[in-house]
């Protein structure tokens, strides 16, 4: 048994597909649309195999709160780089192309070398070595 995809509603499709195919070398496939229903998704694959499904739906609301504020459901996504150098060039690239860096890098308590990034909906990522 695996886990197959993740999926995460977005509000705008491309730009957070722009976000994981940039800085995280997802491959995209091509955009599904069933306009009955209102609905648009595309699956990121990520050079290990892993899926993440962004979804777009026009009754969808706004999450509540603010993105430091943590609440139930999906709460990170982590991704792996070969490096502590790799996680801190990477967060430094995503910063100076104006997205926010909402924690490190730095080591966690259990020994971990990690940032926490945002990308463009406020969803975490957590570049991990």
């Known amino acids: 048994m695996r886990l197959e995809h993740i999926g ?21 496939n091509a955009k599904y649309v069933n306009a009955k229903k209102a609905f648009a998704s595309y699956f990121l694959t990520f050079e290990s195999g892993a899926r993440l499904e962004i979804m777009q739906k026009a009754d969808i609301g706004p999450r509540a709160g603010r993105p430091e504020v943590q609440t139930l459901g999906y709460a990170h996504l982590a991704i792996s780089v070969e490096s502590e150098a790799e996680v801190d060039a990477l967060t430094e690239r995503i910063a100076s192309d104006g997205y926010r860096i909402f924690d490190g890098p730095r080591r966690t308590g259990d020994g971990c070398y ?6 463009p909906e406020d969803n975490r990522v957590e570049i991990t070595a």
């Open 8 to 28: 995460v509603w977005v509000n705008d499709l491309e730009a957070v597909k722009r976000f994981y195919e940039t800085y995280f070398k997802a491959t995209a």
């Open 114 to 119: 990690e940032s926490v990034v945002l990308d």
